[in-house]
């Protein structure tokens, strides 16, 4: 069961973090708002009442992120930029030089270290300002975020050759918009919503990655995408057509809603357009729920991504279940019921499974249903709920199995596999969960003034994973081939008493 083998040499090993979850300095050098710093001022909306505003202090501890990395030896570095630290009203009429300045020696420091930046454009931390226009519920952000998009090109392209437009743009929609768990906390129509958000999100997508096709890709020969999230789904009973279908349909709902578009035809999934026309209709409604592209938008979005980022953490059993009318929502839309298997082992905070074998068949999945591109795994990791796990044995096990099936998906199945990126570089701030989750490869001591960060067991792991550019078979289990010398002695033997006759 399990295999060994190693990854092409140009394969990407990375660490990743997010500007929000690990910079601090909130209100430092003249750094904007944004919609999480203001969110997480409110007590009650995260665990604990903690808040990001020092979080790992990076915006202040530079050198030591850079000595982490060098440690670890990573390949790439994958981080977001803060868009209101680089321009605090969100527009371009107010560029801090502070936080331009900042993101000018992380960028440098790690080039010069010969790691590649993978930055992300947007990784949920909205400008307060743009949030009090409308936020992505306004298609002005369309304009504003290539705005954006296109300084950064301009100031950091010359070094950053690994674009991200946006992080998890589904947690954006749903989270944001549909569940209402995260900010703006929209949640009175969750049946619309989502869907005209992430209408919007594809189109600010389409308009930045031409920016970058049209001003900036033949000078500075870089790739741009965007990092999407999805767990593997497995049908509760194989043998069943309407669990199997149950379990595309989550897999074209949640990865589809984005991928699709982009690396297919410009347009929505047939499943999604299907279900949630039917189901307006039977609301009699004059039209679907779920947005239309004109053919103009449906060719302006398709191809507009280089590579095929995503994030994954976990697997899920689903089976089949017809939801009734109801006021509807995004979740009611995919008629769909998940079952968990309570023998896998999960995360004791954020109850994620840890089933490495569904990475495989996910990566599967997304060569078969994408034709085999490139193919980028941006975030894998696993969260404890403790304040000190440096002898974190469970961690290791966790990326032995997930990249050995990764591994296999490369070896054995001909997946184009090019770059697998842990989450993350050090323990951070965990979004509604505060600092209890504690994903990183190195601990953060968050009681600490000083933020003192210590390597974990798993760090040291990963860095032998990726000297040894993967899990070779160790030479003492290695076959020998080889021959004896010419007069070397081969016989059998027998003893009397086994081979006399009664």
Not at 118 to 129: N, R
């Amino acid at each position: 069961m399990y295999f060994y083998g190693t990854f092409p040499n140009d394969f990407t090993w990375g660490v990743s973090s997010s500007a929000y979850q690990i910079e601090g300095g909130w209100d430092e050098d003249g750094k904007g708002p944004s919609i999480w710093d203001n969110f997480t001022h409110i007590p009650g909306n995260v665990k604990n009442n903690e808040t990001g505003d020092i979080a790992c202090d990076s915006y202040n501890k530079l050198a030591a992120d850079l000595y982490m990395l060098t440690a670890l030896r990573v390949k790439s570095y994958r981080f977001s930029l803060s868009w209101s630290r680089i321009f605090p009203s969100g527009r371009n009429d107010s560029i801090n030089s502070h936080g331009v300045d900042y993101y000018n020696r992380l960028i440098s420091g790690l080039t010069a270290r010969n790691i590649t930046p993978m930055v992300t454009l947007y990784h949920w931390d909205l400008p307060q300002a743009l949030q009090d226009i409308g936020g992505w519920e306004n298609n002005l952000l369309i304009e504003l975020f290539d705005s954006f998009a296109d300084f950064c090109f301009q100031t950091f392209g010359d070094r950053v050759k690994f674009w991200m437009t946006f992080n998890e743009p589904f947690v954006i929609a749903w989270a944001g918009y549909g569940l209402g768990q995260f900010p703006p906390n929209v949640k009175d129509n969750p049946g619309h919503t989502p869907y005209k958000i992430t209408h919007t999100l594809l189109k600010a997508h389409a308009r930045v990655y031409h920016t970058y096709d049209r001003k900036y890709r033949v000078s500075q020969k870089g790739v741009i995408s965007l990092s999407l999230n999805i767990e593997w789904v497995e049908p509760k009973t194989l043998d069943d057509p309407r669990d199997v279908e149950a379990a595309d349909r989550y897999l074209q709902f949640m990865l589809g809603w984005f991928a699709h578009p982009i690396f297919k035809n410009g347009d929505y999934p047939e499943a999604m357009k299907w279900t949630v026309g039917n189901r307006s209709e039977l609301q009699n409604l004059p039209s679907s729920r779920l947005p239309a592209f004109t053919a103009e938008e449906r060719e302006y979005i398709r191809g507009t991504a280089d590579v095929f980022c995503f994030n994954t953490y976990t697997s899920k059993i689903i089976k089949h279940k017809t939801t009734r009318l109801k006021p509807f929502s995004y979740e009611d839309d995919q008629e769909r019921l998940e079952e968990v298997d309570s023998s896998w082992p999960t995360s004791a905070i954020t109850g994620m499974r840890a089933v490495a074998w569904g990475l495989r068949r996910l990566l599967n999945w997304i060569k078969e249903e994408y034709g085999n591109p490139p193919i980028y795994v941006t975030e894998n990791g696993v969260g404890t709920q403790t304040k000190s796990d440096v002898d974190d044995m469970n961690r290791i096990f966790y990326y032995k199995t997930y990249i050995d099936e990764a591994l296999k998906a490369y070896k054995l199945d001909g997946v184009n596999l090019r770059g697998y990126v842990a989450w993350s570089l050090m323990d951070n701030f965990e979004w509604l969960y505060g600092y209890s989750a504690r994903f990183g490869l190195h601990q953060v001591d968050f009681e600490n003034p000083n933020r003192p960060r210590t390597p974990k067991r798993s760090a040291v792991y990963y860095a032998e994973v990726i000297r040894n550019n993967g899990i070779p078979l160790p030479k003492e289990d290695e076959f020998l081939y080889g021959e004896f010398p010419k007069n070397f002695s081969w016989s059998v033997a027998t003893a009397a008493y086994q081979v006399r006759r009664s």
